[in-house]
């Protein structure tokens, strides 16, 4: 059975350091790994999706790399603002219907 | 395109009453999953459907949850005689394609936070 952890569970930052959010899955044989953006009392935002077949994705201050081999996957946010305060949560999915399984979220707050 | 809707978004009930939650997929979309996120706990896979069919059931509880994605209209989750076990918010996603495939996202609506007591 998967089992994704995240690293770690808070993480406070003042503006303009770089974040550094680990994620780590215990079953290699992936799809995709997700990672999403919740606000307190809101839904999912997706921000990133890195294929199987890949090694990293890149939106803008975003950079997740995946490394299937050692279960692990990192999100970078460069240049933090107080606007990146939120929860992420990383998503594996790993059966052909569509499971997604989640971690328990990294709370990220990003101080003036 | 409209994205994922879900109604209502906050929904009281008191111990024994019925809920229903209300998913509509974006458009397009024919493929449903539902997922619940307990306090302080992340989010749980709960069932996955497509139109007319329940596909995945394995992460419902097997008492009191159903859940059904009909030809026309959205898919309802519905918990019957509601325990205050069950305060969460519940989140639908949809699909456009079986993500398994992993080429297709899943698209998260807002939720419903459904408070028992």
Not at chain 1, 10 to 24: D, F, R, T, Y
Not at chain 1, 27 to 44: C, H, T, V
Not at chain 2, 35 to 46: A, H, I, N, S
Request: net charge positive; with cysteine.
């Amino acid at each position: 059975k998967q089992e994704v952890t995240q690293i770690p569970a808070a993480l406070s930052v003042p503006e303009g350091e770089n974040l550094v959010l680990n994620c780590s899955f215990t079953d290699s044989a992936i799809y995709n790994l997700q990672w999403f953006r919740q606000d307190p009392g809101k839904g999912l935002t997706s921000l990133l999706l890195i294929q199987s077949s890949q090694r990293e994705q890149t939106s803008g201050r975003l950079n997740a790399s995946l490394d299937k081999s050692s279960g692990r996957s990192t999100l970078y946010i460069a240049a933090s603002q107080p606007g990146d305060s939120a929860t992420y949560l990383c998503a594996g999915l790993t059966d052909s219907w569509g499971k997604l399984q989640f971690g328990a979220g990294t709370q990220v707050v990003v101080t003036p | 395109n409209a994205g994922v809707m879900q109604n209502p978004r906050h929904l009281v009930r008191r111990r024994g009453q019925e809920a229903r939650l209300r998913c509509s997929p974006m458009k397009g979309h024919s493929h449903v999953y539902w997922y619940r996120q307990l306090p302080e706990e992340g989010l749980k896979f709960m069932v996955y459907l497509q139109k007319e069919n329940i596909i995945d059931e394995s992460g419902m509880p097997k008492e009191r949850f159903s859940a059904e994605f009909p030809k026309e209209g959205p898919s309802i989750l519905r918990i019957q005689q509601v325990v205050r076990g069950d305060s969460a918010a519940y989140f639908c996603a949809s699909s456009i394609q079986r993500t398994g495939q992993g080429t297709y996202e899943q698209y998260f609506g807002p939720g419903t936070r459904l408070t028992v007591t």
